[in-house]
């Protein structure tokens, strides 16, 4: 199957996907395509007894998509600059300390308390994982993906202050998560002994703050750019060229270019509120292009995780280290977020309910399952890790994403 036809055939899975949710179910978008995507793989997979050639079909076609790469190289930049684009940068500025202790300090929490709660469950259940791998899978989980987290919370009520730490802090930690994986993954292919704790300390130095001050001059750069003409044609093409040659250009620089998209989003965003860079007419069109670009990518992200369900290795065996990861990645998480809130419970204005809300929306996505992909097939285990993170992020979008009105009414029934 060429290119063109394979991406055809899914912008109409997700237009198909899209109207049925809308017409039919009424979900948030993310969570109705996705339900729809993994209904139709489960019937792919019943009709595989029937007519085995239609499921080989498909499997080929999903087969041949570089879920890793697609995500990454392609659809990760456009996403996070759009969700940062759309963000009130002001409004974040007042959560900035619980967004940043939440973002840094809480992932490297839960990389920890997964990594090595997976290594002792994995024994348990009689498969012999090496804690390096355990913490790969601690560090690919452990981000929450901005990607799933704005779509659905856009649709809910809750208190001001715990939407944006949600949103702040998935908008920041994916981007710290992909260091910590990408810091893991170099000591699980070369070696503990190849590094030692100042190369990693240099290596996320490097990474994170080099991609935060890239991302300001970009973003200065698109808002000076912006700023000197009023076209609004040239400057949607100037937002677009500069993401995609922007995390072109941090790639080969070895920054990291998630976090620089999410600082160059809110500085263009911010300017563009205070009527800097953009008329209002300019403004508006950019404005609904980038909703229209992130409606359009969330819609194909999330058919592709629901597909993903054709080549994920479904032994009856992973069934239950399945369900005891889902249970430890919920329980690290709320940890990850206790132990920060506790510590600094008086430089933070969130109320003692805030963690659990956290907790639970605090959404896995495509970067997860992208990040587990990415993993060489010659690696042991593999399979497993993947098939514990698709796990994961199902449970996710679709459990927690589903039942998180419920929890928001009895936590805050005042709203």
């Known amino acids: 199957m060429d290119l063109f036809t394979l991406i055809t055939l899914l912008i109409v899975g997700a237009a198909v996907f899209a109207y049925l949710n809308t017409r039919l179910l009424k979900l948030p978008d993310a969570i109705g395509i996705m339900v729809l995507s993994v209904a139709f793989s489960l019937v792919l997979i019943g009709l595989n007894q029937i007519r085995p050639e239609w499921f080989e079909t498909v499997r080929n076609a999903i087969t041949t998509i570089d879920f890793g790469r697609v995500l990454f190289d392609v659809m990760l930049s456009f996403l996070l600059f759009a969700g940062a684009f759309h963000t009130d940068t002001e409004l974040l500025r007042l959560e900035r300390r619980s967004i940043m202790l939440f973002a840094f300090v809480g992932v490297l929490i839960s990389t920890f308390l997964v990594g090595t709660g997976l290594y002792y469950i994995a024994g348990l259940f009689g498969f012999v994982l090496p804690y390096i ?11 929450t993906d901005p990607i799933a987290v704005l779509g659905i919370l856009a649709k809910f009520k809750l208190p001001e202050s715990v939407k944006l730490n949600i949103v702040g802090e998935s908008l920041f930690n994916d981007g710290v998560g992909v260091v910590v994986f990408a810091s893991i993954y170099r000591l699980a292919v070369n070696g503990v002994e190849s590094f030692d704790a100042t190369d990693i300390g240099l290596l996320f130095l490097e990474e994170a703050g080099g991609g935060i ?3 300001l001059a970009l973003g200065y750069l698109m808002f000076w750019l912006l700023r000197s003409i009023d076209h609004y044609q040239t400057e949607v093409i100037v937002t677009v060229a500069g993401v995609m040659g922007g995390y072109l250009l941090a790639q080969k620089l070895h920054v990291s270019g998630p976090l620089a998209m999410v600082v160059a989003g809110l500085f263009v965003g911010d300017r563009t509120r205070l009527k800097e860079a953009m008329s209002l007419k300019t403004e508006d069109y950019v404005d609904k292009f980038w909703e229209l670009i992130d409606s359009i990518l969330n819609s194909l992200l999330f058919v592709l995780i629901g597909f993903e369900l054709l080549i994920v290795d479904l032994r009856s065996s992973y069934l239950l280290i399945c369900v005891a990861s889902v249970l430890l990645v919920l329980g690290s998480r709320f940890l990850a977020i206790w132990i920060p ?5 008086r430089w933070i204005g969130l109320d003692k309910k805030a963690p659990f809300m956290l907790t639970w929306g605090g959404l896995r996505g495509g970067l997860s399952i992208a990040m587990a992909l990415s993993i060489p097939n010659d690696m042991p285990h593999k399979d497993l890790l993947v098939t514990i993170t698709y796990a994961v992020v199902l449970f996710s979008v679709i459990g927690q994403g589903l039942t998180m009105e419920r929890l928001i009414r009895r936590l805050y029934p005042e709203n």
Request: with cysteine; aromatic share 16%.
């Open 133 to 143: 791998l355990c913490l790969l899978f601690g560090a690919l989980i452990s981000p």
């Open 213 to 215: 001050l890239y991302g």
């Open 341 to 345: 809130f506790r510590i600094a419970r």
